[in-house]
């Protein structure tokens, strides 16, 4: 590890990481947090926001496939894709992967985020040019109080639930999100990890299966993010979300059909850690 | 985060972990290494040696029970079981656990580790006491060249593959292995994650492939050895390893028979993780 170092300061995990820098690229201070770019000699560039690594160029795939891909695929015909969050644009470029996208929207309330990743994040920030994107700077919780029966998919993309992204967790945007998706519509947000995030996982979970049917979570590794269990949690209108109902046509470095299904916990240590059982 | 931080140094981790101290146990020196027994709020009694984090009193159940209860309950009957390295007794706790064990023969090289791990860490330690445990100080790379078809299991619980415990990844260690396994038995290794050592994962299941019948990987995520998506490398001589063989009757945190079939990853993944066609 050389001298110059990163000393990440994340209030929600009992770690910090540290991470060599090679470059700063950028620091700036928008009007929700501060943001950084430094380049790291074995991680690439990595995109800082309050002190919090939110992606490095190297693994960035084990959380922005994982995201897109699973309710993508496990919906019939994702046409209309609602993204919250994400301004560093990879949740969008994986969404845009699928031919049967026509429209998807990207509602981030930070646009110096979207500048910041368009400058200086390109292998992220690609799908900004497709016609078929469409960006709103604005609050996601109070745009999606704007659409009934819209969506086919909505996905989280936030930032720690803590500050401004916490209403994101709330039964009342939970309830807003549903009322959004169309009648076999699907909601999946990261909702952080089993080791470090246990309770948190659980709240989010016990909140969607008072609004959703359908309620289900898959995990996947993601270095970067303390906790690197990782936990996506899913609502469904109607289809299930265990299997991938169409064949996978996009490009990708991990995901796969067998590594939809082996993302979701087998069902009973999912029971047990939905109810407290499992224990840390 | 307090103000009294360990940071850990691991020579072979592009990541440095810091943790809050609360209380230093022990620090010493042993003819092999540094040893240091450190407390921390949020995860308990940790042991380091030579600056990296071996185990932590919070978490250590999500690899010794891998380590342990895949291959044994793999086995139909494993009843003398050789752990190399493990001084801490984690592994041996877990071997422990099952009934059919006749004998545990533990070859740690470093007897201070142990000593140490009897003083501090006593949720570990626990399996010393018991009468089928056998301790032998030495260097488990010469103790298992004099043996032929004497062990069912024979696990490998080292530190990192730099240093002394290098050799216990070469193929002629695992050619010793082989030999001092019964005709039925297995082998497993903690052999690093799949983020940071990707390398060094494909090697020793390349090298196990050419000595074993049977070899495949299964995965756990620890959250304080860098890397996180830990591997498990098992050769076998005759028994398949992926599915559990006897009932799981073992009390655990969180190994069951469906936990086991999870954690070996998807066929098609595993054959592009060993033939370099996953890369990073």
Redesign the interface.
Known sequence: ?RDI?F?ERDPYA???????VSKILYQGKSPYQEIQVIE????GRMLVLDGVVQLDE??EF?YHEYLAHVPLHAHPNPENVLIIGGGDGGTLREVLKHETVKRAVLVEIDREVIEVSKKYLPTLSVGFNDPRAIVVNEDGYKYVQDYEKEFDVIIVDSTDPVGFAQVLTTEDFFRFVFRALKDDGMFVAQTES???HLEMVRTVQQRLRKVFPIVDLYTS?V?IYA???WTYSVGSKKHPVREPVRPVKVKT??Y?E??H??AF?????YEKLVKGE???
């Open positions: 590890m170092v000393i009992p770690v910090r990481h540290c991470y060599a790291s000699p074995e991680f190297k693994y084990m089993i080791h470090y590794v270095p906790g690197y269990w470095k991990i796969s067998e590594m299904r082996h916990l087998p069902p009973g240590f499992f224990k840390l």
